[in-house]
């Protein structure tokens, strides 16, 4: 009479559960990387807030930004100009290293901190990081104000080393 069918999958319902979870798996993969990016924009920002209370520590005890500011960082160099400036040199030098190791580095205008001539360096800083995610630069300065500045159309950095 009638056979006794095999209660399993066809082929056909197999590929069909195949192709949606890996349809699941790719929009959780580029969800998992957006966060990823979005987490590195705020571990730059928070270490360059980190600068910024070291700057201030060092202003309350020595009176001046001027022994963590030296005019301006590139990310070559910037780190290395750090090591013997005051009780919070060691310091300040692993924050900058974590900061450059942290950003994504599109041109020498990655991570820039002092100030332009027409501003005192004893007692004024500026800050100014590249957020890869959000594609702008992050500034903070001694003024205690921080905004994120867009990149300039022609792909030059924008300047806010005046104490934004």
Do not use: H
């Not at 082929?11 to 349809?23: C, F, H, M, T, Y």
């Not at 990016?37 to 201030?56: C, F, H, P, T, W």
């Amino acid at each position: 009479m009638f056979q006794e069918r095999n209660k399993g999958f066809t082929l056909i319902e197999l590929l069909v559960v195949i192709a949606i979870i890996s349809l699941l798996s790719s929009i959780v993969t580029a969800s998992l990387n957006s966060a990823r990016q979005r987490a590195k924009d705020s571990a730059i920002k928070q270490g360059v807030n980190q600068m910024r209370l070291l700057l201030e520590q060092n202003l309350s005890d020595y009176g001046s930004y001027t022994n963590l500011q030296p005019n301006l960082w590139y990310p070559n160099t910037a780190c290395s100009t750090l090591s013997g400036a005051g009780n919070y040199g060691a310091q300040a030098a692993s924050i900058c290293a974590n900061l450059i190791s942290t950003m994504a580095m599109p041109s020498n205008w990655t991570f820039i901190f002092g100030l332009t001539n027409s501003v005192s360096q004893s007692n004024a800083f500026s800050i100014m990081a590249y957020l890869p995610y959000k594609n702008t630069y992050y500034c903070v300065g001694s003024s205690g104000r921080n905004s994120d500045i867009s990149v300039g159309g022609d792909g030059t950095p924008p300047g806010c080393s005046s104490n934004p």
